[in-house]
Nanobody, 121 residues
Framework: QVQLVESGGGLVQAGGSLRLSCAAS??????MGWFRQAPGKEREFVTA????????YYAGSVKGRFTISRHVAKNMMYLQMNSLKPEDSAAYYC????????????????WGQGTQVTVSS
């Protein structure tokens, strides 16, 4: 049974940092990524990385501030978020895909339950 479990969300002031974790179980995946959804908005792509970390892709809004990483042996994925802004506030979702690299939500097969990040101004 495949499970993705996020942790690490919380409340932080603008300019601060948070580190999200995603624990995957059941199998390994070619690509793992992070998406986010703010209230009243559609879920959007944040970042993704292939299993060997050879390919990484970031949304323009987070590039230079967020860093994705994976620990393949532990089947873990992380999202280090620095210089957080109020507009980064959202529920953050971990997702896994069998594709080589994709930012399309429809191509992700498994999703976590989400963890809330709130950035105060």
């Amino acid at each position: 049974q495949v499970q993705l479990v996020e942790s690490g969300g919380g409340l932080v002031q603008a300019g601060g940092s948070l580190r999200l974790s995603c624990a995957a179980s059941g199998r390994t995946f070619n690509t793992m990524g992070w998406f986010r959804q703010a209230p009243g908005k559609e879920r959007e792509f944040v970042t993704a990385q292939t299993w060997n970390s050879a390919n990484t892709y970031y949304a323009g809004s987070v590039k230079g501030r967020f860093t994705i990483s994976r620990h393949v042996a532990k089947n873990m994925m992380y999202l280090q978020m620095n210089s957080l802004k109020p507009e980064d506030s959202a529920a953050y979702y971990c997702a896994a895909s069998s594709k080589a690299m994709t930012y399309r939500q429809s191509e992700y097969d498994y999703w976590g339950q989400g963890t809330q990040v709130t950035v105060s101004s």
